[in-house]
C-alpha cells in the first residue's frame, strides 16, 4: 500500500533538490502517494486558494492540514527575508504543527575530505521557543528589545525527547550547550529541567553540561568528546551549522522536526539563493532528510520495506561518494540532476 506523503518545494535550490530526493526515493522501491503543497514566496506566488480559511499566503492551511493527515512530509527550504519582512515560515510551521524537536544528525562521510573522520554527532534542539518566539519591542526609537521565552513544559519534554532518542538508539551521553551564567533564569531553567529529567535514564545514559563558548571550541578541537548535543533554540541553530562545517558543509546535514501531531523532514540549509536554478545545488542533505523519513515511516507505520529502501539509498550514495561522483561543494564535477541520475543508476544495479 502507497503511503501518503507531503512534499514542499520551498523556495530557492529547494524545488531543484526536493525533485532530485523524490526521483531516487521513487527508484528505492519505497512506495509513495506524494502529495505536492506549498509554502513559503512559493505559496503566495500561488495565492491563497478558494476555500482555504488561512489569510497567511506564506503557510496556507491547507498545507497545515495536508501534514496533520498524513503525520509526514518532506520539505524544501523557505524564504525568510533579513532585518525586515514577513517573518520565517519555517519557524511557523514548526510553531503551529508544534514540532518542538529538531533532530540534526551530522555524520562524516567517507570520501568526503574533511578536517575530522569520525565525527558522529546528533543535535537535538528546542523548536518551539526562546528567541525564536519572535517577542520584538521598539521601546523607544533607538532601543529594541527581543524576548527570550522558556517554558519548563518545553525544556522538560526536549529533554526527555533527548534522553529518549539517546536511550532507544544505544547513544552514550547527552551534552547540553547553554548560557545559564549569564542567561540565569532561561537557560538556568533549560539546565535544571534536563538535570531532573536525566534522572530517570541515569542507568543508561551520561549527561553533561559545557558553557557554549567553551564548547565551540572544544567542538571544533576534538569532535569525537561529543554524543548527542542538547540545546533551546537559537544555539541549536548555530551549532547544526557549525557542526556541519565539521563533516563536509550543508550539503550534507540532513534534519527532521518531530512532534505528537507528525513529523517534517527537512535539510539544515537555506536556500541558498547564490546557487538557486543553476543545478548546483547537492540534493544529498534533503535526500538525507528523505532517509530519516524513510526510517520513521518504517517504524511509526509498521512498514520494514521502508526500513529497507532507506539503507538501500544510503548504501547507493555511500558508494557514489567513495568514487567521487558527486556535486561540486564535496569536489565533484556533477550537478543536482545528473548526482540524482547516478544515484537511480546504482539503486538498479544494487
Ligand atoms: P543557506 O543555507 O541557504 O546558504 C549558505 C551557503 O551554503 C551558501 O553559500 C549556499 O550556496 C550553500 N549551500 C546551502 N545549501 C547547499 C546545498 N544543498 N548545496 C550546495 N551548497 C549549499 O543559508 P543563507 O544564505 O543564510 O539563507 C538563505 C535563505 O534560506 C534565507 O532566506 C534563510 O532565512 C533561509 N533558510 C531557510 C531554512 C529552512 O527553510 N529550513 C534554513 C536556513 C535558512
Redesign the pocket.
Known sequence: MRVPVVLIP?D??GPE?TEAARSVIDASGASIEWRVHHAGVAALEQGVKPGDASRNALLPESTKEAILETRVALKG??????GGGFS?V?VALRKELDLFAAVRPVRSIDGVDTRFTGVDVVIIRENTEGLYSGIENVITPGVVTSLKVATERACRRIARFAFEYAKERGRKKVTAFHKANIMKLTDGLFIRCAREEHAAFADVVEYDEVIIDAGCMKIVQDPSRFDMILCENLYGDLMSDLCAGLVG???VTPGANIGEKGAVF??????????AGQD????L??LMSGVMMLNHVGKTQGRPDFERAAARIRGAYDAAIRSREC?R?LGGSLGTRAFADVLINRLAQL
Open positions: 520551498g530557492g535550490i533538490v527550504p523557505c524564504t525568510t527575508p533579513i520565517s519555517n558543509g550543508l550539503g527537512e535539510a539544515v540549509h537555506g536556500t541558498a539563493p547564490d546557487i548546483k545545488a547537492n540534493p542533505a534533503m556535486t561543494d
